[in-house]
């Protein structure tokens, strides 16, 4: 399974970006989908993520409002819109998918994305 992000890059603070993920090599089941990021010298943390029939999602508490996390399982994608950008999302965003339940957790995902860079800049 490959899991492959693209989308990030730099704007300034209040501004929208949309990252993308695609999963490809796997079952024709979809999968339970996240979204994490990290910057340098801190732990991975849980941005949003998406049940596999999209009927749930959870966001951490600093995006919500903010960012909307969305899937289409026909072209097997997931997407993370992002608004009202603050520099303090700038990090390595990081797609993941996972084989079974939606989940909080990065040991709740099997498969990862290499990240793309997203950086606000105030």
């Known amino acids: 399974v490959q899991v492959a992000e693209s989308g990030g890059g730099l704007v300034q603070a209040g501004g929208s970006l949309r990252l993308s993920c695609v999963v490809s090599?796997?079952?024709?089941?979809?999968?339970?989908m996240g979204w994490f990021r990290q910057v340098p010298g801190k732990e991975r943390e849980f941005v949003a993520s998406?049940?596999?029939?999209?009927?749930?999602?959870y966001y951490r508490d600093s995006v919500k409002g903010r960012f909307i996390i969305s899937r289409d399982n026909d072209k097997n994608r997931v997407y993370l819109q992002m608004n009202n950008l603050k520099p303090e999302d700038t990090a390595v965003y990081y797609c993941?998918?996972?084989?079974?339940?939606?989940?909080?957790?990065?040991?709740?995902?099997?498969?990862w994305g290499q990240g793309t860079q997203v950086t606000v800049s105030s």
């Open positions: 090599g796997g079952t024709a089941s979809p999968y339970a």
């Open positions: 998406t049940s596999r029939n999209d009927r749930d999602q």
């Open positions: 993941a998918a996972a084989d079974t339940y939606i989940s909080k957790l990065r040991a709740g995902y099997d498969y």
